[in-house]
């Protein structure tokens, strides 16, 4: 970890432990601190309260009420992140950002901000939580695999991959209507990994709930503690997506993805050898590859 990721994970931890005993509106606070930790940093209680359209006083509640002495010490721990002289890239955004608006510009600003979000995901990774995802995957009779919207591109690319090296693979659809007969054979010998960020499909929220039910294991991509699909799975790994732009920055998703699809691999590589020759042999005899 990162030495000015500490304050930060100290923050995620307090909200994964209190962000139920919070009123709506003091969520509301930590739901938009959280959104952009780069302007939790520095942006004032007042003008906090106003973007989430609370008093000045909630806002100091919200941060007493997850164990901080109040807003300017809650505040003083997402700052620790940004005092680490390894944050070369937010220097290089504010140089962008000095050059104008032009399009150039903003594309690659985001990129940047694409690349430090997915090195602030690895850094806040908790090892121990990326090995039980591991373990509860590889013991799972079945592994199901959803997300909607806009993560379900990225769902689609973690159970293709899960596919290769795993027994049994369930990418759950809507397409049809027919979401609730898909989940009709899960039991708790299975395992549901969802992918979610930003605003929260409820269906999503239904099949983590059902999968509770169940007592099917539950593994969750998404991008806070504070997200309710997080505090319905059992394991959550957290993609810092950071600023909304035009559509939630995937980039930090996909990558986290793409971590734990090859840790999986590398328990699995022995089983799954015979799988993946097969695979081989049925695009050579499909002709799914165009010659290079």
Known sequence: MGAGNGGLREVTTAVAAGYERLSPGQRRVIDRLLDDTRLGAIISAAELAREARVSESTVTRAAQA?????????QARLRERFLDPSGVPERVEVGLADLGDTPEAVAL???LEDAENIRATAEDLPPETLRAAVDRLVAARRVYVFGSRGSYGLATILALGFRLILPDIRMLHQTVGDLADQLVPLSADDAVVV??????????????????RVGASRIALTD?????VARLAELVMIARVGPLRLQPPYAPGASLANALLTAVSLHTHLDAQPRLQSAERLWADFDLHAER
Not at 66 to 74: C, M, V
Not at 195 to 212: K, N
């Open 224 to 228: 806070g503690l504070a997200n309710p």
């Open 109 to 111: 600003r985001v990129m």
């Open 195 to 212: 992918i979610s960020f930003r605003r929260v499909d409820r269906v999503t929220l239904e099949v983590l709930r059902h999968a509770a």
């Open 66 to 74: 997850l164990g901080f002495a109040g807003y300017p010490d809650l």
